[in-house]
Every structure is written in C-alpha cells, then in structure tokens.
C-alpha cells in the first residue's frame, strides 16, 4: 500500500466514524418526525370528536332547557283549568275531584 492509499483509508475511516452516527441520528429524528405528524394527526381527530361531542351536548341542554319550560308551562295550564273546573263546579252546587 501506498502513501496515497493509506491517507485515502484513513480520510475514509474517519469520515466514516464521524458520517455513520450522524445518518444514524438523522435517521432516529426522522422516525421520531413521523411519530410526531401521527401524533398531531391524531390529536386534530381528537378536537374534532371533542368539538362534535360539545355541539350535541349544547343541542341536547338547550333542548332539556325548552323540555323544563313546556313542563313548567303545562303544569301551571293544569292548575289553571283545575281551578276553573272547581269554580265551575261550585257555580253548578258540585265541587271537581282532584
């Protein structure tokens, strides 16, 4: 072996020993890149179920809101007739039965 040609093997190991680790590592921070895209894929679907969730749960409570109202309302149209039901009554000499 030449002069040359120890020099080029030596060029060659050292690039080597510096050159493997860091496609080594460039590899690694790729893998972890991807991992961090699925991650943030993922999150995205999660806020968007998270968002659909809290829609229908707003839906559901407005509409729970106007349920309570109507019962309100109904109950106090019972009492309402009831009361005119017994006026009735006592106007006719009879009393309505609760």
């Known amino acids: 072996m030449n002069t040359w040609q120890v ?3 030596l060029l060659i190991g050292g690039c080597l020993q510096t050159v493997l680790p860091l496609l080594l ?4 921070v790729g893998g972890l890149q991807r991992q961090i895209e699925e ?5 995205a679907r999660t806020e968007s179920v998270n968002s659909s969730i809290l829609k229908e749960f707003a ?9 309570v109202e109507l019962t309100r309302r109904s109950t106090v149209a ?17 009393r309505a039965e609760n």
Not at 39 to 43: A, E, G, K, T
Not at 78 to 94: F, H, P
């Open 78 to 94: 019972i009492t309402q007739l009831a009361e005119r039901l017994d006026r009735t009554g006592e106007k006719y000499g009879r």
């Open 59 to 67: 839906e559901r409570q407005a509409l729970n809101s106007e349920l």
């Open 25 to 28: 590592a460039y590899r690694a």
């Open 7 to 9: 020099i080029l093997a």
């Open 39 to 43: 991650f943030r894929v993922q999150l």
